[in-house]
T-cell receptor, first 115, second 114 residues
Framework: DAGVIQSPRHEVTEMGQEVTLRCKPISGHDYLFWYRQTMMRGLELLIYFNNNVPIDDSGMPEDRFSAKMPNASFSTLKIQPSEPRDSAVYFC?????????????FGEGSRLTVL | RKEVEQDPGPFNVPEGATVAFNCTYSNSASQSFFWYRQDCRKEPKLLMSVYSSGNEDGRFTAQLNRASQYISLLIRDSKLSDSATYLCVVNRSGRGSTLGRLYFGRGTQLTVWP
């Protein structure tokens, strides 16, 4: 079975540019999460969706960040304009309501560097 | 106060050693508990769930103390391949029918040396 698929794996961009990260969750999973991980702050939840509807976006740092989930198989996280402090690994993860224990499956991450 | 607190380590132990990690959580409404493992430059992956009665999976034993809001992970007979960061994770139920969000600790780094 395909796992959570993220793209791009690596992105290097200049300050002020728009960045779009993409995620395809595991088929049948109805929860999708976006996390950011840095050495300083660890793993932070940015936003999560249930059945394509945003449930909690309190972790989105500011208006420069936005996330969408137009359908059950695709989500995007956009940063516009990007800043050097946005440099981090961004993980997308999905889980299923039916899954006992609620295991969260992560993608391999998108490593973002903003110069 | 953070939802989940862990000793960041690092723990450096020789092969064959027994090592224990501890974790505390702040919200008594927490319902599900897990340990995830994250290898260097990789994504976190579920290591094991933690049940109220305690549970064991091979060399790994997890314990939960709800009264003290405390979770532990014990690794016996450490292997080189156990070197990783171990994340304590707690799940609270959300409003309505949502599963709620998972809260991750900062992780405890373990290095097992030959």
């Amino acid at each position: 079975d395909a796992g959570v698929i993220q793209s791009p794996r690596h992105e290097v961009t200049e300050m002020g540019q728009e960045v779009t990260l993409r995620c395809k969750p595991i088929s049948g999973h109805d929860y999708l999460f976006w996390y950011r991980q840095t050495m300083m702050r660890g793993l932070e939840l940015l936003i999560y969706f249930n059945n394509n509807v945003p449930i909690d976006d309190s972790g989105m740092p500011e208006d420069r960040f936005s996330a969408k989930m137009p359908n059950a198989s695709f989500s995007t996280l956009k940063i516009q304009p990007s800043e050097p402090r946005d440099s981090a690994v961004y993980f997308c993860a999905s889980r299923s309501w039916d899954r006992v224990g609620g295991e969260l499956f992560f993608g391999e991450g998108s490593r973002l560097t903003v110069l | 106060r953070k939802e989940v607190e862990q000793d960041p380590g690092p723990f450096n132990v020789p092969e064959g050693a027994t090592v224990a990690f501890n974790c505390t959580y702040s919200n008594s409404a927490s319902q599900s508990f897990f340990w995830y493992r994250q290898d260097c430059r990789k994504e976190p992956k579920l290591l094991m769930s933690v049940y109220s009665s305690g549970n064991e999976d091979g060399r790994f034993t997890a314990q939960l103390n709800r009264a003290s809001q405390y979770i532990s992970l014990l690794i016996r007979d450490s292997k080189l391949s156990d070197s990783a960061t171990y994340l304590c994770v707690v799940n609270r139920s959300g409003r309505g029918s949502t599963l709620g969000r998972l809260y991750f600790g900062r992780g405890t780094q373990l290095t097992v040396w030959p």
